[in-house]
């Protein structure tokens, strides 16, 4: 066989290394772009991630700040309304390890059509918040009342999702009035809309089902236990915007709080029979704050009930009122 002359061999040369170096420069700009690329998303999720959190945070604190003016009214409910810009959901989250217990909200944003958890919590040691233990999206309500037993213990705050509307059906006169005067766009009376959770007083077919008389609240398989001795009907509320674990996590909080307001009022009525007011309710304050410390669940709330209505009737009496 012939062999190429020179020329031809060379010729050969440049035109395999001509397409290697094409073949190297497309290699190179698809590195170089995947690499740009990379560098784009991670950034952008790292931004759009400090924004969620920022944003979560914010809008944690601005629930706080909120709160306040709920946390410090007396006798009447109250309600107020935030509205978040985007999709946002609230998970409730409650501690009840001693002395006091802890609340938390934590707040996830939805981004690109999914939730993001931003790890931000916002704690308080005084305030008590019922809801479910997660609620969903931009507009929520609050409102609150005061719980009394038999002294004021704290105001109890009650968490809703605009999205969620519940009708009150059969409900004695004075809950529909107050319902009414709270005027609250997600709490309606008797004319029920599609969709809406229906609660029932004394009896229905409903979503929840409240027993007036025997101080029950019950949501499917569950049952919360309330007592009111006034007029405020705290915890029936509680009850009915409240999963179980959020409503007895708080309840156990509450009774925490009761113990030890009830020592702060023994040793008050220990000072007022030193300037001659000698009516004893030491025994009765000292029984009250014992089973507030042995409370397990709200099935025990009764015993309390009990407790505080003599407590009341005593202190009413008295010649030197405690509270």
């Known amino acids: ?4 002359s020179l020329p031809s061999v060379n010729k050969m040369l440049k035109n395999h290394r001509g397409a290697l170096e094409i073949s190297f420069g497309w290699l190179f700009a698809l590195i170089a772009g995947a690499v740009i690329l990379f560098l784009a998303i991670y950034l952008s999720t790292k931004i759009i991630g400090t924004s969620d959190e920022t ?3 914010e809008t944690g604190k601005e629930i706080t700040v909120l709160l306040n003016p709920l946390e410090t009214s007396f006798e009447t409910a109250q309600t107020t309304s935030i509205t978040i810009s985007s999709e946002t959901r609230i998970n409730n989250i409650c501690d009840s390890i001693s002395p006091f217990g802890k609340q938390a909200l934590q707040l996830d944003q939805k981004r690109f059509n999914e939730w993001t ?5 916002i704690s308080s040691y005084n305030k008590y918040i019922f809801s479910e233990d997660q609620i969903e999206g931009k507009t929520f309500y609050l409102f609150s009342k005061p719980f009394n037993s038999p002294f004021k213990v704290a105001n109890l705050i009650y968490l809703t999702s605009a999205d969620d ?3 009150f059906m059969n409900a004695p006169t004075e809950i529909k009035e107050e319902i009414l005067n709270l005027n609250q766009e997600n709490l309606i009376v008797d004319n029920c809309t599609r969709g809406s ?3 029932c007083f004394n009896g229905g077919t409903c979503n929840i089902t409240v027993d007036y008389s025997d101080g029950e609240v019950k949501k499917g398989k569950d049952i919360l236990y309330f007592y009111e001795i006034d007029d405020s009907n705290a915890l029936m509320y509680a009850a009915i915007f409240s999963d179980k674990e959020v409503y007895e996590c708080q309840v156990k909080r509450l009774m925490l709080r009761l113990e030890q307001l009830a020592l702060i009022y023994y040793d008050k009525e220990l000072l007022t029979r030193k300037v001659g007011c000698d009516d004893n309710l030491g ?3 000292i029984q009250l704050s014992s089973l507030a410390d042995n409370l397990n669940n709200s099935a025990d709330l009764n015993v309390i009930k009990i407790n505080a209505e003599d407590i009341t009737l005593k202190n009413n009496v008295r010649k030197c009122l405690l509270w």
């Open 117 to 121: 958890n931003t790890d931000t919590d």
């Open 1 to 4: 066989m012939e062999k190429p």
């Open 197 to 199: 959770i229906k609660v």
């Open 165 to 167: 509307v519940y009708c």
């Open 283 to 285: 025994t009765e304050l």
């Open 55 to 57: 944003i979560s945070a």
